[in-house]
């Protein structure tokens, strides 16, 4: 199939759905793939016919370290200009990849009830990180991991950059090339792949990235009719949530693949809801970090983000972002 080639609808023949379809845009990896129908099948119910439409990106099309391939979007951008050449109308993306900056012409439209956040371990034998023996070769790309890694083991791993879709990673595990990999509970629960966990990492300790387990839909903030459908799914929580972490990043002026993660927590108080948002800015190296926490109301997400990212500049977060060797 070649690029944008329309592929079935999502649900043939759902009875009592008419009108044009929803051309759903998605990455080709079978993550992507289970996100996008997921989507779909969401409009589906609440009566839009949609179609998934397949666009391969830069970073599925360039194996080299994402790093390396440099610039933001490497996964997002080719789904962003199939949305401006109207050549798919919605944009199935996980969050964590999409850059902060806003696109003219594109919103992020919807948000829905994020999964599980944390980072997790795969590890032979049932390993948990405490237990890997000095040496144990632990495989990531992510600077952001690399980096908390190091500060939670000191320096006695072998950190081993890979990169791949979540079954080659895993792979690398069973085949014994790595005793361990670090992958997003999300990535796994969403593949059915959740019973290879063998450690979940606790959130304030092993930052997530921004937008970890979330989804980010968007389409063309002219198209009313897709707006307001998306509308449908956006869930004001994980909004809120996602909201405050991307306003960390896009304040001390980082990328996704900075060495920092923010993680945001809703909760219900007798005063109305709150939430509170965890930082971290580390070296790569592991030789000094940055860690910060906060909490407001749910209402001022993106000022309690704002306020949190000034906060870490003044500790010097941007120089520890600068002095990383990836
Ligand atoms: N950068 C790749 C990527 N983008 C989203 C996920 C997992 C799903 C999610 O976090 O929403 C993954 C794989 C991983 O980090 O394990």
Same mark, same amino acid.
Request: proline share 5%; aromatic share 2%.
């Given at each position: 199939?070649?690029?944008?080639?329309?592929?079935?609808?999502?649900?043939?023949?759902?009875?009592?759905?008419?009108?044009?379809?929803?051309?759903?845009?998605?990455?080709?990896?079978?993550?992507?793939?289970?996100?996008? !129908?997921?989507? %779909?099948?969401?409009?589906?119910?609440?009566?839009?016919?949609? /179609? @998934? =439409? *397949?666009?391969?990106?830069?970073? $599925?099309?360039?194996?080299?370290?994402?790093?390396?391939?440099?610039?933001?979007?490497?996964?997002?951008?080719?789904?962003?200009?199939?949305?401006?050449?109207?050549?798919?109308?919605?944009?199935?993306?996980?969050?964590?990849?999409?850059?902060?900056?806003?696109?003219?012409?594109?919103?992020?439209?919807?948000?829905?009830?994020?999964?599980?956040?944390?980072?997790?371990?795969?590890?032979?034998?049932?390993?948990?990180?405490?237990?890997?023996?000095?040496?144990?070769?632990?495989?990531?790309?992510?600077? !952001?991991?690399? %980096?908390?890694?190091?500060?939670?083991?000191?320096?006695?791993? /072998? @950190? =081993? *950059?890979?990169?791949?879709?979540? $079954?080659?990673?895993?792979?690398?595990?069973?085949?014994?090339?790595?005793?361990?990999?670090?992958?997003?509970?999300?990535?796994?629960?969403?593949?059915?792949?959740?019973?290879?966990?063998?450690?979940?990492?606790?959130?304030?300790?092993?930052?997530?990235?921004?937008?970890?387990?979330?989804?980010?839909?968007?389409?063309?903030?002219?198209?009313?009719?897709?707006?307001?459908?998306?509308?449908?799914?956006?869930?004001?929580?994980?909004?809120?949530?996602?909201?405050?972490?991307?306003?960390?990043?896009?304040?001390?002026? %980082?990328?996704?693949?900075?060495?920092?993660?923010?993680?945001? /927590?809703?909760?219900?108080?007798?005063?109305?809801? $709150?939430?509170?948002?965890?930082?971290?800015?580390?070296?790569?190296?592991?030789?000094?970090?940055?860690?910060?926490?906060?909490?407001?109301?749910?209402?001022?997400?993106?000022?309690?983000?704002?306020?949190?990212?000034?906060?870490?500049?003044?500790?010097?977060?941007?120089?520890?972002?600068?002095?990383?060797?990836?």
């Amino acid at each position: 199939m070649t690029p944008g080639t329309p592929t079935t609808p999502v649900t043939p023949m759902t009875p009592g759905i008419s009108g044009t379809a929803f051309r759903v845009g998605t990455r080709r990896s079978a993550l992507a793939l289970t996100q996008a !129908r997921q989507v %779909a099948a969401a409009l589906e119910r609440a009566g839009h016919r949609c /179609e @998934l =439409v *397949e666009v391969t990106t830069e970073g $599925d099309r360039n194996r080299a370290p994402l790093a390396s391939i440099g610039g933001q979007g490497v996964f997002t951008g080719a789904l962003r200009e199939a949305l401006l050449r109207k050549e798919i109308d919605v944009a199935v993306h996980s969050l964590k990849d999409l850059p902060t900056q806003n696109v003219d012409g594109i919103v992020l439209a919807a948000v829905p009830p994020r999964e599980d956040p944390r980072d997790a371990l795969v590890a032979r034998d049932g390993l948990r990180l405490a237990d890997l023996p000095a040496g144990a070769r632990v495989g990531t790309g992510s600077p !952001r991991r690399l %980096a908390q890694l190091r500060l939670l083991r000191e320096y006695d791993l /072998e @950190l =081993v *950059e890979i990169r791949g879709n979540v $079954d080659t990673r895993i792979r690398k595990v069973r085949d014994g090339e790595l005793d361990a990999v670090v992958l997003a509970r999300a990535g796994l629960t969403r593949l059915g792949r959740q019973d290879e966990i063998t450690d979940t990492f606790d959130p304030t300790a092993f930052v997530p990235a921004p937008g970890q387990g979330a989804l980010g839909i968007e389409c063309r903030n002219s198209d009313e009719d897709v707006v307001r459908a998306l509308a449908g799914l956006d869930e004001s929580r994980t909004r809120a949530a996602v909201t405050a972490e991307r306003a960390v990043l896009a304040g001390i002026g %980082a990328g996704c693949s900075a060495p920092m993660g923010a993680f945001a /927590e809703t909760t219900g108080g007798v005063e109305g809801d $709150d939430l509170s948002l965890h930082a971290v800015v580390a070296a790569v190296d592991g030789s000094a970090s940055v860690r910060l926490s906060t909490s407001g109301p749910l209402g001022d997400a993106e000022e309690i983000g704002r306020q949190l990212a000034a906060a870490l500049l003044a500790e010097g977060a941007s120089r520890l972002i600068e002095e990383r060797v990836t």
